[in-house]
T-cell receptor, first 114, second 112 residues
Framework: SQQGEEDPQALSIQEGENATMNCSYK?????LQWYRQNSGRGLVHLIL?????REKHSGRLRVTLDTSKKSSSLLITASRAADTASYFC??????????????FGTGTRLTIIP | DSGVTQTPKHLITATGQRVTLRCSPR?????VYWYQQSLDQGLQFLIQ???????AKGNILERFSAQQFPDLHSELNLSSLELGDSALYFC???????????FGSGTRLTVV
């Protein structure tokens, strides 16, 4: 079953604009992670935010986490054509004590128009 | 190269057949996870192994089985294949609790 639901399902923006993707989840979590997947390729880890953190930055990426609303957002600033990919949020659920399986959301397909 | 190696990259087989997918985790990682990605189901967790032992099980069919060997590589066995088993199968590995995953490039299975 899917834990996270990304919104929007698809997003197209002009190169240079900012892209924002949202993720909602259902249970209490230990951490939330964002991954990128280029078409048909493996997923690549972007950033991890722990449940006691509210905001985290990595290069052009900014992630926020609101545990009261069970939601997270990923902001990509100054987008580039190479950012075209699908983006997934994944949660390490608090109930997963003893294992570290991640539950992935449904993904946002981001297209950057040159 | 992510450090996680999956073979084969592509596999085409007939219904009713059995296949084995192989995964070598990143050096030092003890956990291996298997995921199935299909268009209509997204990324579905199948099973996790930690240092040779099964640790968590997800939506894995009885026709599917997996194991992790002493050298930490893992194999996912899919039997009595059906058309609906066509998907991308990913292996990922991680070290300690709460770390991110490193994914392999996947095996694309097509059942005809």
């Amino acid at each position: 079953s899917q834990q996270g639901e990304e919104d929007p399902q698809a997003l197209s923006i002009q190169e240079g604009e900012n892209a924002t993707m949202n993720c909602s989840y259902k249970t209490s979590i230990n951490n939330l992670q964002w991954y990128r997947q280029n078409s048909g390729r493996g997923l690549v880890h972007l950033i991890l935010i722990r449940s006691n953190e509210r905001e985290k930055h990595s290069g052009r990426l900014r992630v926020t986490l609101d545990t009261s609303k069970k939601s997270s957002s990923l902001l990509i600033t100054a987008s580039r054509a190479a950012d075209t990919a699908s983006y997934f949020c994944a949660t390490d659920d608090e109930a997963n004590f003893g294992n570290e399986k991640l539950t992935f959301g449904t993904g946002t397909r981001l297209t950057i128009i040159p | 190269d992510s450090g996680v190696t999956q073979t084969p990259k592509h596999l085409i087989t007939a219904t009713g057949q059995r296949v084995t997918l192989r995964c070598s985790p990143r050096s030092g990682d003890l956990s291996v996870y298997w995921y199935q990605q299909s268009l209509d189901q997204g990324l579905q967790f199948l099973i996790q192994y930690y240092n040779g032992e099964e640790r968590a099980k997800g939506n894995i069919l009885e026709r599917f089985s997996a194991q992790q060997f002493p050298d930490l590589h893992s194999e996912l066995n899919l039997s009595s294949l059906e058309l609906g088993d066509s998907a991308l199968y990913f292996c990922a590995s991680s070290g300690h609790t709460g770390e991110s995953y490193t994914f392999g490039s996947g095996t694309r299975l097509t059942v005809v």
